[in-house]
């Protein structure tokens, strides 16, 4: 039963244009929500969080967007640039318990 | 640097043979984690450890089993490798079991003929 989800297995984006990777979950006990970004042959690095008690948060080029009511959230990245291409983690946590992740969103930004 | 260090590297194993697989972290972290990722199935538990002396299952915990020697170090065992067990293992720290501030480490991919 995966708990979080995430539905594009990639995408693609021009260079300087917006790239938005989505991620569902279905645990409404989660109240912490990440994304972790990883490059090949590399472990994967905290970009991101966001708490229940917001619906947005922001860090430079990277804004997470949160709406409890759908369980959904969105990482958006603007503008996007060919280093952020990576894969994209999805990752959430309630309660103090321990991280559940999402299968992960290769994203291919093209020069 | 700080950090989570994992050896070794690159492994290839012939089915049936064993081995362990080593990290270590320097961030005083209590607990501490190991995960196997595989294409479309993304970043799975296979056992964790929530502090020193204490070990418990995650989500794909059969074949493997675990130690944690001390604060800092948390080895994952393949006492008889098969082939489903080809993957990239990460090991990954942190403060607590909450979502906040995992440190992983560089992985290592492991090939079972």
């Known amino acids: 039963d995966q708990q979080v989800k995430q539905n594009s297995p990639s995408l693609s984006v021009q260079e300087g244009r917006i790239s938005i990777l989505n991620c569902d979950y279905t645990n409404s006990m989660f109240d912490y929500f990440l994304w972790y970004k990883k490059y090949p042959a590399e472990g994967p690095t905290f970009l991101i969080s966001i708490s229940s008690i917001k619906d947005k948060n922001e860090d430079g080029r990277f804004t997470v967007f949160l709406n409890k009511s759908a369980k959904h959230l969105s990482l958006h990245i603007v503008p996007s640039q060919p280093g952020d291409s990576a894969v994209y983690f999805c990752a959430a946590s309630g309660h103090g318990n321990k991280l559940v992740f999402g299968a992960g969103t290769i994203l291919r930004v093209k020069s | 640097n700080a950090g989570v260090t994992q050896t070794p590297k690159f492994q290839v194993l012939k089915t049936g043979q064993s081995m362990t697989l080593q990290c270590a972290q320097d961030m005083n972290h209590n607990s501490m984690y190991w995960y196997r990722q595989d294409p479309g199935m993304g970043l799975r538990l296979i056992y964790y450890?929530?502090?020193?002396?204490?070990?418990d299952k995650g989500e794909v915990p059969n074949g493997y089993n675990v130690s944690r020697l001390n604060k800092r170090e948390f080895s994952l065992r393949l006492e008889s490798a098969a082939p489903s067990q080809t993957s990239v293992y990460f090991c990954a720290s942190s403060e607590g079991l909450s979502g906040y501030g995992y440190t992983f480490g560089s992985g290592t991919r492991l090939t079972v003929v």
């Open positions: 450890s929530a502090s020193e002396g204490t070990t």
